[in-house]
């Protein structure tokens, strides 16, 4: 035991000499988590920890009508008042240049003649009869740079829509069913079909989003989207640490190294003990420095203690198998090198370091759970919403199970091709 810890906090030593080593196992996760923190305005101060409030949205109505003045009371309501900023704009040009700009992620035009498309006055054919035509459309001209808020705005609109929508269908048939039952006359029906909908528009403008905080217990619980980004980069470049750990077993090989070490009285065993205890107390090591740096310089809450301990302690353990299994499978430093390099990319994407794997379909979403990322991700974001050990003994008990199968496997294919024998 004590030859394997030898051997184990000597390469841990050896890793953290290597200056080009730990820029990509610190300096590049640290660098990235950084940028992504402007990006989202969690570093900035441009925006909350959701990067979800005062949405600025431009408001053009050239309708001045019930149901352009409707849309644009919603977007002023109280209830809205913590989503979105909107500002009433005359001039479609105008408003569109504020959002090339990126000074607005949204413009919303209502052109003229938009109600009275929908609710014709009285003489006038109904929507849908010959002479009326279709109803006309609101416009939205969204910011590319802004996706998420361009889509707040825009499900605001077919919110309010799909109400206008139900309104005037539910006028039609109500008229049709008053009509039928003989109640009113057929040549009533104009007037109150028109009076039904305009009834509709000034019930529809309140709106089903509203903001509401619930809190259990004295505080609310706040998810600050770098408690997402922090763990994706630190497990993405986790997988870069783990195969330049097995990159060293295959360099020494051939070097020399490694071939005097097993002259010694120490069995391969041992060896290959204390090149895996090296490997994972590097991976420990940079996931403990990262963690560390982001609480004390960006105030990250990472949760839980005790299960971000245990969690690191799991992931590393599961990364380290895939490194291992690398090792075993490549004829050369430098393949594992390759090899390494597109594993961590591709767990990167797969493990959702750069895309929320919700956002994924449902195939993809089985197939990210062959990466450590995913599962160490799951449990980082349980604990950064304020779960404990009990969220997280799932991804746990799944990031060991995967590290002991890939380390079987890797130790079979050790003894196979003879790569730690005398």
Same mark, same amino acid.
């Given at each position: ?274 090149? *895996? ?10 996931? /403990? &420095? @990262?963690? !560390?740096?982001? +609480? %004390? $310089? #960006? ?92 969220? *997280? ?10 590290? /002991? &199968? @890939?380390? !079987?496997?890797? +130790? %079979? $294919? #050790? ?8």
């Amino acid at each position: 035991m004590k030859k394997i810890m030898l051997i184990g906090f000597k390469d841990l030593t050896l890793a953290f000499r290597d200056r080009a080593a730990l820029v990509l196992m610190l300096l590049a996760p640290f660098l990235l988590t950084v940028g992504l923190g402007f990006v989202t305005g969690r570093l900035s101060g441009s925006s909350g920890a959701s990067g979800l409030s005062d949405i600025p949205v431009v408001l053009v109505n050239q309708d001045q009508e019930p149901l352009g003045d409707a849309l644009v009371e919603l977007f002023f309501s109280e209830e809205l008042a913590g989503l979105v900023a909107p500002v009433a704009g005359a001039d479609l040009a105008e408003a569109r240049q504020l959002v090339d700009g990126d000074q607005a992620a949204a413009v919303v035009f209502i052109p003229q003649g938009f109600t009275r498309s929908i609710i014709p006055e009285v003489g006038s054919p109904a929507l849908g009869e010959p002479g009326q035509g279709s109803a006309l459309r609101i416009v939205i001209y969204v910011n590319p740079t802004r996706p998420t808020s361009a889509g707040v705005v825009q499900t605001i609109v077919e919110q309010f829509l799909a109400r206008v929508e139900a309104g005037r269908i539910g006028g039609q048939v109500t008229v049709t069913q008053l009509i039928t039952s003989g109640r009113i006359q057929p040549g009533q029906a104009e007037a109150l079909g028109q009076e039904i909908g305009e009834r509709q528009v000034s019930a529809g403008n309140a709106t089903a989003i509203r903001l509401e905080k619930v809190s259990a217990g004295e505080a609310p619980m706040e998810f600050d989207i770098l408690a997402y980004m922090a763990p994706g980069m630190a497990l993405m470049f986790l997988m870069y640490t783990v195969s330049y750990g097995g990159r060293s077993i295959l360099a020494e090989r051939a070097q020399g190294t490694l071939p005097r070490l097993l002259v010694s009285p120490t069995s391969s065993a041992q060896v290959l003990g204390g090149k *895996v205890l090296g490997i994972y107390l590097t991976g420990v090591a940079q996931l /403990a &420095v @990262l963690i !560390l740096a982001s +609480t %004390l $310089l #960006f105030r990250l809450q990472w949760g839980n203690p005790l299960g971000v301990a245990v969690l690191v302690l799991a992931a590393v353990f599961g990364a380290s198998g895939w490194g291992m299994l690398l090792t075993a499978v490549a004829r050369s430093p430098n393949q594992v090198a390759s090899l390494g390099s597109a594993l961590m990319l591709t767990f990167g994407i797969l493990g959702g370091s750069f895309i929320n794997l919700d956002a994924l379909p449902g195939p993809i979403q089985w197939i990210s759970r062959i990466t450590p990322n995913a599962w160490g991700l799951d449990g980082f974001t349980s604990l950064a919403l304020g779960g404990g050990l009990e969220q *997280v003994a799932l991804p746990v008990v799944a990031l060991l199970v995967m590290g /002991a &199968v @890939l380390f !079987l496997i890797a +130790t %079979l $294919l #050790f003894n196979r091709r003879s790569i730690l024998e005398r």
